[in-house]
């Protein structure tokens, strides 16, 4: 059986100094694996699948995402959790979409996506976390 870290094995490894051209890397090679083993997770992952597979994917994603955050993020420890829990599931979200949607996109494509997704939203928790150090002041 097909491990829930196998499925991030290539993904970004946090403070890597490749930057986004890595973690694009990284995210090809997931959603090449995950199209190579779509039926598998479109059966752990669906409605009738199993739970604690995906927790397993979201704590594996969360570590590795924890390993990368900025310093601004990390002082602020609930905000930083919450976000965490936010990406980590939104990824499961995006795998089981694309395996359900018989795969639109290309790996490639997927990737770009999501690297977006968690960049606007990353930005955003950014933007909330330094608006509130000045009101502070």
Known sequence: MISGAIILQHSPAGNDTGGSEQSAAGLVKMFEHIRAHAKFYRVMLGKNGDLAFARKIQHYVEKRLSQSLPDALLHEK???????????????????????????????EMATVCLRLSAADLGAVLGQVKGDIAKSR
């Open 78 to 108: 609930p905000l930083a959790e919450l976000f965490l829990s936010y990406v980590s599931s939104a990824s499961v979200g995006v795998v089981l979409w694309w395996v359900e949607h018989e795969m639109p996109c290309s790996p490639t």
